[in-house]
């Protein structure tokens, strides 16, 4: 069993930045893809940023170029750096890991953008 724990969110303003952690329980580095989902209310659960075992990240057209994934093996931890943050950036953040086929996700940290 893999526990995913988040942090740092909070109430920022547009333009502003933030970066949230995921600690995981246990060693990260076999973890398929460990990323970043969004949920705002009243819409689906998205991904954001995601990256594999052999480094390679992934992020949502909407967040390219001003959000950053990035992992620290040797913690288990990844983080994602959000920068220019928007209104629309505002959602409750999920942390996942995808182990051998099998889902695991944290309980989540909002992030709220004020205009």
């Known amino acids: 069993q893999v526990q995913l724990v988040e942090s740092g969110g909070g109430l920022v303003q547009a333009g502003g930045s933030l970066r949230l952690s995921c600690a995981a329980s246990?060693?990260?580095?076999?973890?398929?893809?460990m990323g970043w989902f969004r949920q705002a209310p009243g819409k689906q659960r998205e991904l954001v940023a995601n990256?594999?075992?052999?480094?390679?990240?992934r992020y949502a057209d909407s967040v390219k170029g001003r959000f950053t994934i990035s992992r620290d093996n040797a913690i288990n931890t990844i983080y994602l750096q959000m920068n220019s943050l928007t209104p629309e950036d505002a959602a409750a953040y999920y942390c996942?890991?995808?182990?051998?086929?099998?889902?695991?996700w944290g309980q989540g940290t909002q992030v709220t953008v004020s205009s």
């Open positions: 246990t060693n990260i580095f076999e973890f398929n893809t």
């Open positions: 990256i594999n075992v052999g480094g390679v990240k």
């Open positions: 996942h890991a995808n182990v051998h086929s099998r889902q695991y």
